[in-house]
């Protein structure tokens, strides 16, 4: 083995062992900044933002959204939950931000902002059902489906998506107002004379339900 490869090896031994040093103080003093009101540098949020994308991407693409999402009953089912689920994060027509929604980082997107121009291809239909579904790890966006939102409801809700940036706030709380507001098989309360779980729906401006 010649002196010039024993000397680069050694120099990259070196800078690995200064580098795995340099981690563990990092790491163990605490020096990572994890407070959500300091974002992160740019180069690692495009990083993140990257690999976010490709993966959902990559998971969506086999996904066939069905042919009825613009039938208006559906969409209507979707406004109820969006009010419920959504609105206070990703805002509804004629509401500029929200105090949650002032706290998070990253910050969630205003869906009502989402361009209107031509019809929202597969793609996205089929990108917004498998975030609502499985969530993003780390971002606030929860998975909906761990708390038994079923499909048909998150289609519905996706549905009401391609619709809310065209919608005006009047049109949006008419729309809220006729639909089963809070309403899906994950929401339910216990019935006083059984122990079995029933459907439970929140209608919107509705008394909080008292046992």
Request: charged share 25%.
């Amino acid at each position: 083995m010649s002196k010039l490869l024993l000397v680069i090896l050694a120099l990259f031994g070196a800078i690995a062992a200064i580098a795995g040093a340099y981690g563990a103080v990092v790491y163990y003093g605490g020096f990572i900044d994890v407070s959500a009101d300091t974002p992160h540098e740019p180069i690692v949020f495009d990083i993140i933002l990257g690999a976010r994308e490709r993966a959902i991407e990559r998971r969506a693409r086999d996904i066939t959204p069905p042919a009825d999402l613009s039938d208006p009953e559906r969409v209507e089912r979707g406004a109820g939950n969006y009010q419920a689920m959504c609105a206070n994060c990703h805002l509804s027509p004629g509401t500029r931000d929200s105090e949650l929604r002032k706290g998070l980082y990253p910050t969630p997107p205003d869906l009502t902002k989402t361009s209107i121009e031509g019809t929202p291809s597969s793609a996205a239909s089929a990108r917004q059902y498998w975030v609502i579904k499985h969530g993003i790890k780390a971002s606030a966006m929860p998975a909906w489906s761990k708390g038994g939102m079923e499909d048909s409801a998150i289609w519905d809700l996706t549905a009401f998506l391609r619709r809310l940036p065209a919608l005006s706030p009047k049109q949006y709380q008419g729309m809220v107002a006729a639909s089963d507001g809070h309403s899906h098989d994950g929401v339910v309360e216990k019935s006083h004379d059984s122990s079995s779980p029933r459907r439970h729906v929140d209608k919107p401006g509705s008394k909080p339900h008292k046992d």
